[in-house]
T-cell receptor, first 113, second 113 residues
Framework: AQSVTQLDSHVSVSEGTPVLLRCNYS??????LFWYVQHPNKGLQLLLK??????LVKGINGFEAEFKKSETSFHLTKPSAHMSDAAEYFC???????????FGTGTKLQVIP | DAMVIQNPRYQVTQFGKPVTLSCSQT?????MYWYQQKSSQAPKLLFH???????NEADTPDNFQSRRPNTSFCFLDIRSPGLGDAAMYLC????????????FGPGTRLTVT
């Protein structure tokens, strides 16, 4: 069994302040974890991925995520929000060779000028 | 640039009239996925191909079919579209091994009139 919980459906931050988007997961496998970003009416773009190497993962556009196995979490952070970060963010768990893919319900990030 | 291409970007069809959406890739990935995404929801996996091996999700309606004639192309056929099938349809690809990250196309927005 496999599930993903994104704890906030909406997050609102001021430009220049830190961003925290929360994701908890459960999986019977040794999963790979991903964060994707989706701007309106566009496809999904990979931000970063965890695949059992370093637990602190750096991605594009200044985003980072830390894999914490004891907490089954993979929260996404960014030190300073930019207006262009306003989008929907999806946390995704992939079971690897079993090809089981599970999306979180998404977090819509609003950045206030 | 290697990429995932979806055609058309916008498709309008009539209630009950069959429609085909297409996806092509230049990444030479052996796994291709089709997702349905309704407004303000997470993408929902319909099915995926691992090479020519077709894998249907248990809750995908029979109205949705897929074909993969070769590595590069994959088609989504909706045999009798209903109003509830109006959505964004996303194609993605990945490798079976390695990091399993998915590369998404820009999507096809389907309208049913």
């Amino acid at each position: 069994a496999q599930s993903v919980t994104q704890l906030d459906s909406h997050v609102s931050v001021s430009e220049g302040t830190p961003v925290l988007l929360r994701c908890n997961y459960s999986s019977s496998y040794s999963p790979s974890l991903f964060w994707y970003v989706q701007h309106p009416n566009k496809g999904l773009q990979l931000l970063l991925k965890y695949t059992s190497a370093a637990t602190l993962v750096k991605g594009i556009n200044g985003f980072e995520a830390e894999f914490k196995k004891s907490e089954t979490s993979f929260h996404l952070t960014k030190p300073s929000a930019h207006m262009s970060d306003a989008a929907e963010y999806f946390c995704v768990v992939h079971s690897g060779g079993y090809q089981k893919v599970t999306f979180g319900t998404g977090t819509k990030l609003q950045v206030i000028p | 640039d290697a990429m995932v291409i979806q055609n058309p970007r916008y498709q309008v069809t009539q209630f009950g009239k069959p429609v085909t959406l297409s996806c092509s890739q230049t990444l030479n990935h052996n796994v291709m996925y089709w997702y349905q995404q309704k407004s303000s929801q997470a993408p929902k996996l319909l099915f995926h191909y691992y090479d020519k091996d077709f894998n249907n999700e248990a809750d995908t309606p029979d109205n949705f079919q897929s074909r993969r004639p070769n590595t590069s192309f994959c088609f989504l056929d909706i045999r009798s579209p209903g109003l509830g099938d109006a959505a964004m349809y996303l194609c993605a690809t990945s490798m079976q091994t390695g990091s399993y990250e998915q590369y998404f196309g820009p999507g096809t927005r389907l309208t049913v009139t």
